[in-house]
């Protein structure tokens, strides 16, 4: 009853067969929702390997055996939300530790360091990593982790991975990379050196907007020690059930990821042309000031733009006309989401650091769905009209 997994297969494959069997007790091709908090024992030390589902669950540990494999990792952690994957990260670090991360992470990973992390001797400093040289200049002799998010939420600056993890581990520290606004199907940090990527699975790895949750894959054994330890011993996991929207979420990334960069393409291109738009930041324009990393880092270039109209009168315009795209937050479902980032994902960030990273009133931020193309375009023709 194995599917055998050849041992090149390509990616879609990996996606739909890895870390999971035919259910042994009945043939189910489909991983059960082991919804159950305990398993019963046999006699006293005697169990089937499953003791407590805080500990251990099958629907789990087979999202995450699929997800390791697709971001081409040793093993991979899936917690109860893309903060809480976070979170567990930064768990490892000790008072004294000192942290570089990305300036323009997403408002919440900012809120959780600045907020959180900092009440308990942690430092961070906020880095624009796209400039390598910067990253170089901020390391302190406390410096253990280097947390990038690359493209940005929400102005999709890129950072050079290989390069970065050059510098990390020149240093002898870890590089995390933030995968959420890429997806593994467009960009593979491990594959550049990166020691553990984290999602939040809400988005694209779900891909249809019905669960919330968080995964963290690693390479190192020390790394996988841990983050298994602290699912048990912090109990942040993800859910039978939201494993299995997950894990049915993953079965399709492939194909979903191709129409969202073709989609992505498409408004990218027709923003850059309407008068009303001062500029679009997608990676896959020329214009973009990084559009050769891309080209080198990612393979498409994705579902996020962001378009700046000038003005915050235009961009709430914008926003309240839309009719088929829905103004929300959260990003890499199928339906196109449209949202301003200044008041809603990034509200958390003070105004003057939303200043320096580029992040202003009137930028307008859209995740494009995989409905068709045009339909979203005459969409955004009769909401900037
Ligand atoms: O929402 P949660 O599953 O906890 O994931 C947090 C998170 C982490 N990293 C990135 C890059 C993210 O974009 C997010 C969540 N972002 C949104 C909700 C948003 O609309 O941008």
Known sequence: MRVKLPAHARFSTICIHAGQEPDPSTGAIITPI??????????????????????????????ERNIAAIEGGKAASAFASGMAAIGAITSSLKSGDHVIVT??????????????????????????????ELVERAMRPETRMLFVETPTNPVLRLTDIARVA??????????????TFASPCVQRPIEFGA??????????????????????????????EWLKFV???????????????????????????????????AVAEFLASHPKVKS????GLPAHPQHELAKRQMRGFGGMLSFDVGTFEAARQVCN??????????????ETL????????????PPERRAAIGLTESLVRISVGIEDPADLIDDLTQALA
């Open 34 to 63: 082991f919804q159950t908090s305990t398993y019963v024992q046999e006699e006293l030390g005697k169990h089937k390997g499953y003791e407590y589902a805080r500990t251990q669950n099958p629907t789990r540990a087979t999202l």
């Open 103 to 132: 300036d323009n992470t997403y408002g919440g990973t900012f809120r959780l360091f600045d907020k959180v992390l900092s009440r308990y001797q942690l430092a961070f400093s906020y880095v624009d990593t796209s400039q390598p």
């Open 166 to 179: 050059e510098i990390a581990h020149g240093h002898g520290i870890r590089l995390v990379v933030d995968n």
């Open 195 to 224: 020691d553990m990527v984290m999602h939040s699975t809400t988005k694209y790895l779900n891909g249809h907007s019905d669960s919330v949750g968080g995964i963290v894959v690693a390479v190192r054994d020390d790394d996988i």
């Open 231 to 265: 699912q048990n011993a912090a109990g942040a996991i993800l859910s039978p059930f939201d494993s299995w929207l997950v894990l049915r979420g993953t079965k399709t990334l492939a194909v979903r990821m191709a129409q969202h960069n073709i989609n992505g393409q």
């Open 280 to 283: 679009v930041v997608y990676p």
């Open 321 to 334: 006309r839309v009719r088929l795209m829905s103004l929300a937050e959260s990003l890499g479902g199928v």
């Open 338 to 349: 449209i949202c301003h980032p200044a008041s809603m994902t990034h509200a958390s960030v």
